[in-house]
Every structure is written in structure tokens, then in C-alpha cells.
């Protein structure tokens, strides 16, 4: 598939409980909101506790349509056993969440922690004040910290068809086909969409989408199904196109010889949300070698 065509995805919406009614179909898109990076130096911590190093309350950073938030942490030597943690203010302390990153970097060898998808939203309208908490159980370290937060909104470039369903019977099943026009989206980046079905302004299923344009303009897509606890559930069908092109998300061609500037860019679209921590690190291994 070309940049400029429409790109068509087949779904089948599927009624596993009571009958529903006005269900709408919506096509969102996930889009960057802001970053920032902060490069400091962290003193010995000891382990298992953390200094704060980013507060979200101190950064002037305007979240209000932010949903989720990526932190990547990388420091200078590999033999040093950094930890990431997202962390919340309660009023009286810091405490860390359920997001937290902790790898024996010196035994993977990779001076490096990253979280992805942190549900931000919750934590803002829980608590007081959200942050990045670092440990650094060894002597003083300089480091650099990416944030980036991204949002969901209703997209531009596509539509779900059908967009309404009036009724959906139990075990009914309804065929949603997805379009999304290309021409305004970038070579060599990824965007990120979900297909959603809301019932009375409240989401009952959700699938996601990832689409990256290639730099010779073919399109690949990949399409994963979830599903939700409730009563109405998205089965996924598929339409993968791959045309060639370098497999290795972030390698233009010539395939397979990794340029330095390519690891760069794909970093930088990693910051923006645009490549996964698993394509840099796949990339980055291409390009040692190993
Ligand atoms: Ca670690």
C-alpha cells in the first residue's frame, strides 16, 4: 500500500451478553502531548529507595489531555544498577505505583530503564502530585531521562463504518470495517489507533491499531484484538499488507546496514511515541551485532 491510500480493516463487533442499543464506533488516534528531558546527575541513594528527580506539579507542563506517559532512563555505565520508578504524592509522601522498572543492568549490560503506557490520567485526578523517582545504589551517576505524554482524540484521517448501531441483539454480530486515509501521515513514523464501541458515552470494547509508513511507501500493519470486561466485545480480524521493505523497524534501505543516524531518528520517534523501546533496542542490537 502506497502513502495516499486508504488503508481497510475488517471487524467483526460481537454481542456475548443482553442486547445493547446506540452503540457508537469511533476511531481515535494516539497523539503526542509533551515532553521533556531531564539530564542531571543522581548521588548513591542506597537501593530500593529513590530520590525525586521530575514532579510534575514543579514542570509547568500543561497534561490536561494526557492519558498516558513514557519514561526513558538511560545513564553512563552499564556496571551501575539504576531503577525507574513512576511515583505518586499522596500529600504527605512519595510513594512509588505499580510502574516501576528495575533490571540487573549490570548483569544485562544495558545502562537503561523504561516504562511505557502509564495510565497518568488516574494518578492526576487521585493525587496530589506525580513524579519520577531514580535509585542509584552505587556512587554519583549523570543521566538522562525522557519523558513523553500522549493523548487520544477523535482522528482525522479515518472513520469506523458503521458509526452507529442502533440495537445489537445477544450473540449478534455486526461487520465494522475501519478506514484510514494515509496522504497526510509521514514517511517512516508509526501512529498509533484504536477502534472503540461506546454504549451511553461509556466504552464497552476497545482493539488497537499500529500503522507505519514506511520510507519506500509501502504500509505494514499490525492489529492486535482486547477485549473488555463487559458485554460487548471487538473480534479481531486482520488485513496485513507487507511489501518489502527493511523488516527491522527504524532500517531504511539499504537493509540490513544500520546507520547511526537511523538509531538516532528512531530514538527520537520512540520519544514521541512513535516506535516501541523493543524496535530501538532491536535496531540497536542490529546495528552491535549481537
Ligand atoms: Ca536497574
Redesign the pocket.
Known sequence: MHKGENLSLDYTLVNDNAVDFAIVMGLKSVDYVAGVNVSNSIPYTGSNTFYVVWEKSMSGLDLADATHMNAYLRWSSASK???LYFIYNNGNNWNTSRFMS????DFLGMAE?SLTGIDIQYYLKTFQDVGIGISNPSDQESYSLDLSFTGEKSTDNGHATPGYISSLSAGEKKSIQVSIDTSALNYGETYDYYLTAEENGQEVARAPIRLTILENTQVTTTTTTTTTASSTTVAGSTTTTIQGGCTLAGDNPPCDVIEVSEIINLITAWTQSNASIADVIALINAWTGS
Open positions: 544498577d539504576l531503577d528495575k533490571h540487573r543492568n530503564e
